[in-house]
C-alpha cells in the first residue's frame, strides 16, 4: 500500500470517536442506569437509533445537521469560518455518532446488572457518591463497559455509509480506509483495495483480541 | 435482614427528587464538557486540515486523464493538487452542502449553472473546455459490432445512474433516440458514477456497458455517435475558499495546449468555441 494516509486517518478518527464515545457513552449509560424516570428508556431510544438505521439515512440526517445548509453547520462556519463536513472533523463526528449508541447501551446494561448491595455497602464505608461509581459500580461493570467500547470502537473504524455523506472522499483530508477501498475498486486498483482490506481486517482483529485479552484479566 | 436495612439507608439519603436533579444537572454539565472536547478536537483537526494541496472536484469520467495531468500540473502556479472524483451531481451535491473544494469540473455544464447560481463560485460562467463522448465496452461475451447488436444481445447493461450522473443521462438519451430505451430498460444496471460502470464491465459482471470513452480509450469500444444524446459539455468553474487563485490558474491551465493534447488523447473534442468567461 503506497499511500497511507487514509490509514493514518482512519486511525486518527476512530481513536478520537472511540474516546469521546467512551467518555461520553460511559457517563450517559450511567444516568440513565441510575434514573427512575420513564424518560430512562425514552432517552435511551433516541441515543441507540443510530443502531437501527441505515447508515445513509443517519449520513443524511447529519449532512442535513452540520452542511452548510444546516443550523449547527452555519453556526459552525460562523465560529471557524470553515465548513464541518467533508472535513476530518466531519469523519470525527460521524463516526463518534455511529460509536455511542454502542458504548451507551451495553455499558448501561452492565451497569444496571451490578449489585446494589455492593454500592451501598461503599456508601456505608463513607464514600462519596463519585467514589463509589467510579470505584465500584464503574469497576464492576467494567467488562461490559470494555465490550461496549470495542463494540463502538469497530463501528467507528468501519464506517462506511455515514462517512461517505458527511465527509465525502478527499484524499488526504477526510478519506478514511474504508472510503479508499472503496474507491480503489471503483478507480480500478485491486492491489490497494486488497492491501487496504487486509489492513483493516487485521486492526479490528488485533483490538478485539487485545480487548477479550483486557476481559480475561479483569475478570480474574 | 441486610436488605432492608440497606433500603432504609438509600431512603435516608436525601429527597430523590432532589437527587435526580443534581444528577442531571452533573449529566449536563459533563455533556457539555464532552462537546466542547469535540470541538477542541475539531479545532486541532482543522488546522491539520489546511494542508497545502489544491482539492479539484472532477467528474469520474476525468478519472484516468486527471490521473496523468496531476504530475504536469506539479511544476506550474497550481501546485499540488488532489482530485475528488465522483459523479457530477454527487460532487454538486457536496459542494451545495460546504464541502471545502476548490475547483468544480463537471461533465454536464447545467450542474456548473447550479452551483455558480447558489453563489458558491468565484466565477459567474462556466468555462467549458472539451467535450465528452460515450463508448460502448463489452465484458468479452458479446461481440462489439454495433451498440444496436450488443444491447440486444447483452444479459444485463451498465450505465451510469441518470439520476446524478451525466453519462448516464446521455446513454439513456442515446438508447431513446436509436429507439432501444423501452426493450432495454429492464436490463439496465445503475452504477454509482461512469468510471464504477467501467468497473462492473471489466470484472466481467456485466456483459456491456455504455461509458465514457475518455476512460476506455486503451480497450476495444465502440464510439457512439455525438449525434444521439446532448453534448456532454465539461465544464469548470472556480469555487470560493482560501485558494481562489491558484484554484483559477488550475482553470486556466485546462485551455492551455498540453491540456488540451492531453484530453485529446483520452478521446475528448477540446475545440469547443470560446465559450464562458473572457
Redesign the interface.
Not at chain 2, 488532489?82 to 465522483?86: A, C, E, H, Y
Not at chain 2, 451545495?96 to 473544494?101: D, E, I, Q
Given at each position: 500500500m503506497t499511500d497511507l494516509s487514509p490509514l493514518l486517518v482512519s486511525l486518527r478518527v476512530t481513536i478520537v470517536a472511540t474516546l469521546v464515545a467512551s467518555a461520553a457513552g460511559i457517563t450517559v449509560a450511567y444516568a440513565l442506569a441510575k434514573m427512575r424516570s420513564r424518560w430512562a428508556s425514552v432517552i435511551e431510544a433516541i441515543i441507540t437509533v443510530p443502531i437501527v438505521l441505515p447508515p445513509t439515512v443517519l449520513g443524511y440526517y447529519l449532512l442535513t445537521l452540520l452542511g452548510s445548509r444546516g443550523p449547527i453547520g452555519r453556526a459552525w462556519e460562523g465560529l471557524f469560518g470553515s465548513p464541518i463536513v467533508f472535513t476530518v472533523t466531519g469523519a470525527t463526528i460521524a463516526a463518534t455518532v455511529s460509536a455511542l449508541p454502542f458504548v451507551v447501551r451495553t455499558s448501561r446494561a452492565a451497569i444496571r446488572q451490578v449489585d446494589p448491595r455492593l454500592e451501598e455497602a461503599a456508601r456505608i464505608c463513607g464514600l462519596p457518591e463519585r467514589e463509589v461509581a467510579i470505584r465500584v459500580t464503574l469497576r464492576v461493570a467494567s467488562r461490559g463497559i470494555l465490550a461496549g467500547v470495542a463494540l463502538g470502537f469497530a463501528r467507528a473504524l468501519g464506517d462506511f455509509g455515514v462517512t461517505v455523506m458527511v465527509a465525502g472522499n478527499v484524499p488526504g483530508r477526510s478519506q478514511t480506509l474504508p472510503v479508499a477501498v472503496y474507491d480503489a475498486v471503483q478507480a480500478g486498483d485491486d492491489t490497494y483495495a486488497r492491501n487496504g482490506s487486509l489492513v483493516l481486517a487485521a486492526i479490528a482483529l488485533v483490538v478485539l483480541l487485545l480487548l477479550a485479552q483486557l476481559q480475561v484479566r479483569r475478570s480474574r | 435482614m441486610?436488605?432492608h436495612h440497606?433500603a432504609k439507608?438509600?431512603v435516608a439519603?436525601s429527597n430523590?427528587v432532589v437527587r435526580?436533579i443534581v444528577?442531571?444537572g452533573?449529566?449536563g454539565v459533563?455533556?457539555l464538557l464532552?462537546g466542547a472536547?469535540?470541538l477542541v478536537?475539531?479545532?486541532c483537526?482543522?488546522s491539520?486540515?489546511s494542508?497545502d494541496?489544491l482539492?479539484v472536484a472532477a467528474a469520474?469520467d476525468l478519472?484516468d486523464a486527471f490521473g496523468e495531468l496531476a504530475g504536469e500540473l506539479g511544476t506550474t502556479d497550481v501546485g499540488e493538487v488532489?482530485?475528488?472524483?465522483?459523479s457530477s451531481g454527487m460532487l454538486r451535491e457536496?459542494i451545495?452542502?460546504?464541502?471545502?473544494?476548490d475547483v468544480y469540473v463537471s461533465a454536464n455544464v447545467g450542474f456548473v449553472d447550479e452551483v455558480i447560481a447558489a453563489g458558491m463560485s468565484v466565477s459567474a460562467q462556466p468555462t467549458i473546455y472539451a467535450i465528452g463522448s460515450l463508448a460502448v465496452v463489452t465484458s468479452g461475451e458479446v461481440e462489439l459490432t454495433s451498440i444496436a447488436a450488443v444491447v440486444t444481445d447483452a444479459r444485463r447493461i451498465v450505465i451510469a445512474q441518470p439520476k446524478h450522473a451525466p453519462y448516464g443521462v446521455a446513454a439513456r438519451e442515446a438508447l431513446q433516440t436509436l429507439g432501444l430505451w423501452d426493450t432495454v430498460e429492464s436490463r439496465i444496471v445503475y452504477a454509482?458514477?461512469v468510471?464504477?460502470a467501467?468497473?462492473i464491465v471489466?470484472s466481467g459482471e456485466v456483459d456491456a456497458g455504455i461509458v465514457a470513452r475518455s476512460l476506455v480509450i486503451n480497450d476495444p469500444h465502440l464510439v457512439v455517435d455525438s449525434s444521439l444524446h446532448e453534448p456532454l459539455r465539461q465544464a469548470a468553474v472556480v469555487l470560493r475558499g482560501p485558494r481562489e487563485s491558484r484554484a483559477r490558474a488550475f482553470v486556466d491551465a485546462l485551455r492551455t495546449d498540453t491540456v488540451r493534447a492531453l484530453m485529446v488523447r483520452y478521446g475528448f473534442d477540446t475545440d469547443v468555441a470560446a465559450s464562458g468567461e473572457e
Open positions: - | 441486610v436488605e440497606l439507608v438509600r439519603g430523590p435526580s444528577k442531571a452533573r449529566l459533563r455533556l464532552a472536547s469535540i478536537v475539531g479545532g483537526a482543522r491539520a486540515d494542508s494541496a482539492v469520474s478519472r488532489t482530485f475528488v472524483f465522483g457536496q451545495l452542502n460546504g464541502a471545502p473544494y454509482d458514477n468510471a464504477d467501467v468497473r471489466q
